[in-house]
């Protein structure tokens, strides 16, 4: 295919890593610039597309619809391949580039060839094998394997089983407390926890109802209530992916850098709608940036990041030439003007008032975005303007 070949291609999608050729990025300023888009509360409610998404898309296109910058959509969603959800997109508005939560699951090849338990939501075994994952088992699967595990009443399932947290739990425990022999009785003794890469942190996201709904950062709290209750241990993530987690922003940067044919970027434009994962997470990749040479030199863990990972910067990619994050609030979904935070939100004595998963490193500037706007047409403008603006 020709490097002139448009976007709007209905089976392409950034994350099958194709190759350059079939991408397009033209009209870039002489400040290279790559664009973050978070999706639920900025480009969708729900199934809905909201009205100021469709008109800051205009202005994010050429006359022949191809981006006028590297754009990439960053969702802590996960429930689904990444083609499905760029298709998704691109019925909506004619968009490809998807970063799931656990799309960087692909850099963490030491765990590939390992078996794992998978739990969440869709084809999670096809979506895991996809990642690379060699060895897969499904929650069903081991309840499948081990039916007297599960006490969950079966008759009261409807005719489309919902998504049951407590089979989930218990299973989930059953293999933590038995170092991964769920028929045997438990050891709340174990000396070493099995690995746990855990996938989206977010604690509430927006859909059609009027206030945010659970998300999967919700069913993480469970999980450490209840190890903790029975261990008196601390549950610990061998990584923590998905917003704000920094192996989630290296592999958006990546892609970015994809589109832009490998070269350098001058600022990364993060925008969306939760303070604890876009905001707190382009701040804390800002800082990464400005801190990662000294960081890359003494191969420093992720976890003094503040992301609760164990894996090291080694794993994932090369040092990074972009100098910015720039982070950009928009007030269509979490975050909401006229909920303003209690001025005692991030007091250490309120923990039942930070939204931030539990082993996020909470600072108060992680938390304030550079610019707070109405929506994501005028995200857009902003950007837009300072791009402009530019020597």
């Known amino acids: 295919m020709s490097s002139t070949r448009q976007l709007r291609q209905p089976d392409i999608s950034l994350l099958e ?6 991408l397009s990025v033209l009209h870039l300023s002489l400040n290279q610039v790559g664009i973050l888009l978070d999706v639920d509360g900025v480009i969708l409610r729900g199934g809905s597309v909201i009205p100021a998404a469709r008109r800051a898309f205009r202005k994010l296109l050429d006359q022949n619809n191809n981006f006028l910058f590297p754009v990439v959509f960053v969702t802590n969603a996960g429930n689904c391949h990444r083609h499905q959800k760029a298709q998704q997109l691109s019925h909506l508005l004619d968009i490809q580039q998807v970063v799931l939560s656990h799309s960087p699951l692909q850099m963490l090849k030491s765990f590939h060839d390992k078996f794992v338990l998978v739990s969440g939501q869709g084809p999670v075994t096809d979506i895991a094998s996809t990642l690379g994952f060699q060895k897969v088992m499904s929650i069903e699967q081991l309840r499948e394997h081990h039916p007297l595990l599960d006490m969950v009443d079966h008759n009261r399932r409807p005719t489309l089983p919902p998504i049951r947290w ?15 022999s769920p028929g045997c009785e438990y050891n709340t003794q174990v000396s070493a926890q099995l690995p746990v890469l855990a996938c989206n942190m977010d604690l ?12 999967h950062g919700m069913f993480l709290l469970c999980l450490e209530s209840i190890y903790r209750k029975l261990t008196g241990r601390e549950l610990q993530y061998q990584a923590l992916l998905g917003k704000p987690s920094l192996l989630t922003y290296q592999y958006a940067e990546h892609q970015l850098r994809l589109q832009n044919h490998n070269r350098r970027l001058t600022t990364i434009y993060a925008i969306g ?10 701040n804390l990749y800002n800082h990464y940036l400005a801190e990662q040479h000294a960081a890359m030199t003494t191969s420093t863990k992720l976890v003094t990041w503040g992301t609760g990972s164990q894996v090291t910067m080694k794993e994932t990619h090369p040092v990074s030439a972009t100098a910015e994050c720039c982070s950009i609030l928009v007030c269509t979904g979490v975050y909401s003007p006229r909920c303003p935070l209690p001025s005692h939100w991030i007091s250490s004595d309120t923990e039942t008032v930070f939204h931030g998963q539990r082993d996020l490193v909470l600072q108060p500037h992680l938390v304030e975005p550079r610019h707070i706007v109405e929506d994501v047409e005028a995200a857009v403008d902003l950007l837009l303007q300072q791009e402009n603006s530019d020597p």
């Open 204 to 215: 509430m996201w927006m859909a059609e109802a009027p206030s945010p709904r659970f998300g």
């Open 273 to 282: 709608d939760n303070l604890m994962t876009d905001i707190y997470g382009a």
């Open 166 to 180: 407590e089979t989930n739990l218990q299973l989930l425990i059953d293999v933590l407390l038995t170092d991964g």
């Open 17 to 22: 890593l194709l190759p350059l050729s079939h």
